[in-house]
């Protein structure tokens, strides 16, 4: 006894399971998050691949996860931000992260940014003043398998440093100024980038080491950035 035979045409249909059509979806919601960033003006290639590549949500606390995708800011444990993907990707473009560099960031938050300068192909120190912070970051790069590309420090990343040179080095954070104790760790040809409160404002600025050992400061457009703060937290 044979089986019904197929209606013209039927074999042809594909199937899609609900996992097919989940990740259907996903691919949609991606290709918008990216094109909102090259309708803000970021163009970067390699920054718009990374934020694709990177995804968002393992980062983002779970009762925000369908936002995502979206370019806004977050609240994180311990009174912190996640900070907006645009303002990341303008961050990212300043620093002009190159493959191979040595970067110091300051404020590891949920790791997002860690994980993105790692996939730009940067050995990422990054510090961060709290304990349960760090933890979930650590915890979020593995599940992106890039755990082994960023060493995550808990301490004060604007304290001094001894002997320790960096290529680049990010402050996830607004300041009323750049301290010495950070722009001293900008090896020749280095570069900060972050954000300083003028007026009541952050704004992004950009701090280079020339060739003669002097550093010469930019400032940029106003950027939405939470304040960084020194020290470590003494609970959480």
């Given at each position: 006894m044979t089986g019904e035979r197929p209606?013209?045409?039927?074999?042809?249909?594909p199937f899609f399971s609900e996992e097919q059509?989940?990740?259907?979806?996903?691919?949609?919601?991606?290709?918008?998050f990216i094109l909102s960033l090259r309708a803000?003006?970021?163009?970067?290639?390699?920054?718009?691949?990374?934020?694709?590549?990177i995804p968002r949500d393992v980062f983002a606390p779970r009762r925000f996860a369908d936002l995502s995708r979206s370019d806004v800011a977050l609240p994180l444990p311990c009174g912190?931000?996640?900070?907006?993907?645009?303002?990341?990707?303008?961050?990212?473009?300043?620093?002009?992260?190159?493959?191979?560099?040595?970067v110091l960031e300051i404020g590891t938050g949920t790791g997002y940014v860690a994980a993105l300068l790692a996939q730009l192909?940067?050995?990422?120190?990054?510090?961060?003043?709290?304990?349960?912070?760090?933890?979930?970051?650590?915890?979020?790069?593995?599940?992106?398998?890039?755990?082994l590309r960023v060493k995550?420090?808990?301490?004060?990343?604007?304290?001094?440093r001894v002997r320790e040179r960096f290529d680049r080095i990010l402050l996830n954070g607004a300041v009323l100024s750049i301290p010495s104790t950070v722009t001293s760790l900008l090896g020749p040809g280095g570069r900060l980038v972050g954000a300083q409160t003028i007026e009541g404002f952050p704004r992004l600025v950009r701090?280079?080491?020339?060739?003669?050992?002097?550093?010469?400061?930019?400032?940029?457009?106003?950027?939405?950035?939470?304040?960084l703060v020194t020290g470590v937290a003494a609970t959480l």
């Open positions: 209606l013209p045409g039927q074999m042809d249909l059509d989940h990740l259907a979806e996903e691919a949609v919601e991606v290709g918008s803000r003006g970021i163009r970067d290639t390699a920054i718009l691949r990374a934020m694709e590549l912190q931000t996640m900070t907006s993907p645009g303002t990341v990707a303008m961050m990212l473009m300043a620093l002009g992260v190159q493959e191979g560099h040595r192909g940067a050995e990422v120190h990054s510090v961060e003043r709290f304990n349960t912070l760090a933890e979930s970051a650590v915890q979020h790069l593995k599940i992106v398998d890039l755990a995550i420090e808990i301490g004060d990343g604007l304290a001094q701090i280079d080491r020339l060739d003669d050992g002097q550093l010469r400061q930019e400032l940029g457009a106003n950027l939405r950035l939470s304040p």
